[in-house]
């Protein structure tokens, strides 16, 4: 049966309306002003990355593999050595020493 007036409203029950207003829209407003706040105070610049980088490696190239550990290094960025009239390239300085050491043992 409608009430008068002729139309159905809907109202929300008031505790949850204190609930919303009282609690959630708080602690919204909170959240995003703290994010907010954090990009402000930060103090490292943006777009700066962090920690050492690889160096930069030239696109294409030839790869090739180190022999102590299988993996394929870029020859522009290889530790190299020459061994047998040929260079063989290696991934890292340790992977170079064990080849050294193995090859004369």
């Known amino acids: 049966m ?3 007036g002729g139309s ?3 109202r929300p ?3 949850f309306r204190t609930f919303i ?3 959630v829209l708080p602690l919204i407003l909170f959240l995003l002003l ?3 706040l ?3 105070l930060s103090p490292r610049p943006r777009g700066v990355a962090r920690g050492p980088q690889p160096p930069p490696v030239p696109p294409g190239g030839e790869l090739k593999k180190d022999p102590v550990c299988g993996t394929y290094v870029s020859t ?3 530790q190299q050595e020459r061994a047998n009239g040929e260079t ?3 991934c890292s300085p340790e992977c170079r020493d064990r080849y050294k050491a193995s090859q004369r043992g």
Do not use: D, K, Q, S
């Open 34 to 36: 703290r994010n907010m």
């Open 76 to 78: 522009a960025t290889a």
């Open 88 to 90: 063989v390239y290696f």
């Open 8 to 10: 159905l409203r809907f």
């Open 13 to 15: 029950i008031p505790m």
């Open 38 to 40: 954090r990009g402000f």
């Open 21 to 23: 207003v009282e609690f």
């Open 2 to 4: 409608a009430p008068r």
